[in-house]
């Protein structure tokens, strides 16, 4: 995700990059060009009344999300705000970790 606003903010469109928490191994990677929004909750589910605030507020043209957790979090939190804000989910999975998981079973 962090590859993509850099990205996206370098070709000149107007990024803010949501999270829950504004620190960790990465934060300096993240391009001058792009807007930090920090939501400050010390996890994924209590982000959610933040990140509704965050749509409403800035009411942004499209949200793009990542990860299980995040992603229901995206949907809730688009779906409360009542924005018309296109709402874009990434789901990602590790083949090999599934298989194993399912070779246990």
């Known amino acids: 995700m962090l590859k993509l606003a850099n990205g996206m903010a ?4 107007l990024v803010d990059l949501v999270l829950a928490r504004g620190r960790g191994q990465f934060m300096e990677e993240v391009s001058d060009k792009v807007q930090l ?3 400050d909750s010390s996890r994924v589910l ?3 009344p933040g990140l ?9 043209q ?3 999300s990542a990860l299980h957790y995040v992603n ?3 949907i809730l939190a688009r779906y409360l705000s009542r924005v ?10 590790h083949y090999r970790t599934l ?6 079973m």
């Open 62 to 64: 499209i949200l793009v």
């Open 72 to 74: 229901i979090m995206a």
């Open 37 to 39: 929004k920090v939501i």
């Open 46 to 48: 209590t982000s959610l």
């Open 84 to 93: 018309d804000t296109k709402l874009v989910i990434s789901e990602r999975i």
């Open 10 to 13: 370098s070709k000149g469109y």
């Open 99 to 104: 298989l194993r998981k399912r070779s246990k």
């Open 52 to 60: 509704v605030r965050y749509l409403r507020s800035e009411r942004p």
